[in-house]
Nanobody, 125 residues
């Protein structure tokens, strides 16, 4: 059974940094594109970043470009999201997601097949 577990969320002041991790289990994910999404209260879940199977192709939402960096370690079945220069508007529950094998990266949440339970990120002003 596929399981994704996010960790690393918390409370941070504006301008600070956090590093999220997404540990995958249940199968090997080296052949799967992965992504990060977030959902703020009262808003729809939105795309944050996506990374290809090898890590060679990465895409970011405009709102986080230049501040967030995603990476993956296929040997550890783990994906990361380094978040710098955090802003109050980054406050949300952050989710990691995985596409089925061999599909390319996507910004569309409906194209992801497996989801974690989410981790809360709160940025105070």
């Amino acid at each position: 059974q596929v399981q994704l577990v996010e960790s690393g969320g918390g409370l941070v002041q504006a301008g600070g940094s956090l590093r999220l991790s997404c540990a995958a289990s249940g199968r090997t994910f080296s052949n799967s594109a992965m992504g990060w999404f977030r959902q703020a209260p009262g808003k729809e879940r939105e795309f944050v970043a996506a990374i290809s199977r090898s890590g060679g192709r990465i895409q970011y939402a405009d709102s986080v470009k230049g501040r967030f960096t995603t990476s993956r370690d296929n040997a550890k079945n783990t994906m990361y999201l380094q978040m710098n220069s955090l802003k109050p508007e980054d406050t949300a529950v952050y989710y990691c997601a995985v596409r089925d094998t061999f599909y390319t990266i996507s910004t569309r949440r409906e194209e992801y097949d497996y989801w974690g339970q989410g981790t809360q990120v709160t940025v105070s002003s």
